[in-house]
């Protein structure tokens, strides 16, 4: 069978055709039931298939980031309980509102202990941040070196926490020895409501 026998093939009676024409229809009908097939069902699988295996990777890595957070929670809950007792035993170096007009006795008291002389002693109104206050102390102090350095050592061993801040010392007058310190002693206490 050659090309010029094609054109005689009558389509409405095919099943007299030659074989191998029979056998190029049904490779043809069978390539467009493949594709259509490809198409309509497989495609859409297949970016399922992708999608799922996306997902199962996902979850297995936020499973396996859930698994080691799990094995290590007896040790993250000590280490909690750690830090709530260090923060106890922190918040016990803040004085409460009722122990701030001692400690303003006491700072005075240690300035006066060290023989210097008080020219200013001016408590301010707190200051309150996050979760705590500051309670400023704008002080000038009058002294030699040796009373204002053992002032300032015996402030910061107080039992409750006093920082020194702007601390500037000065000659008072035409001796060397005469000095002034303008500072501003700090003291905090925690805000219970926050």
């Known amino acids: 069978m050659d090309l010029k026998n094609l054109n005689e093939i009558d389509f409405n009676n095919i099943g007299e055709a030659p074989w191998i024409v029979k056998g190029v229809i049904l490779l043809v009908i069978i390539a467009v039931i493949l594709g259509l097939t ?35 929670l007896d040790d993250y ?27 303003l006795v006491d700072v005075s008291q240690t300035a006066l202990q060290t023989g210097l002389e008080i020219e200013l002693f001016e408590p301010r109104s707190h200051r309150e941040r996050d979760f705590y206050a500051e309670v400023p102390i704008r ?29 500037r010392i000065r000659r008072a007058g035409d001796s060397d020895f005469d000095l002034v310190m303008n500072a501003e002693a700090r003291t905090y206490r925690y805000l219970e409501d926050n």
Do not use: C
């Not at 495609?43 to 957070?69: G, T, Y």
């Not at 923060?87 to 509102?97: H, K, W």
């Not at 002294?143 to 702007?166: K, W």
């Open 139 to 167: 002080l000038r102090l009058r002294g030699d070196y040796e009373e204002l350095a053992e002032f300032v050592s015996g402030v910061s061993s107080m039992p409750r926490v006093v920082t020194m801040h702007d601390m």
């Open 77 to 103: 809950r000590e280490q909690l309980a750690e830090m709530e007792d260090m923060f106890v035993e922190l918040l016990e170096l803040l004085p409460t509102s009722a122990e701030i007009p001692s400690l």
């Open 38 to 72: 490809y198409y309509f069902v497989i495609d859409d699988q297949l970016s399922d298939l992708e999608r799922a295996e996306r997902e199962e990777q996902q979850l297995r890595d936020e499973f396996e980031d859930k698994q080691q957070r799990a094995a290590n």
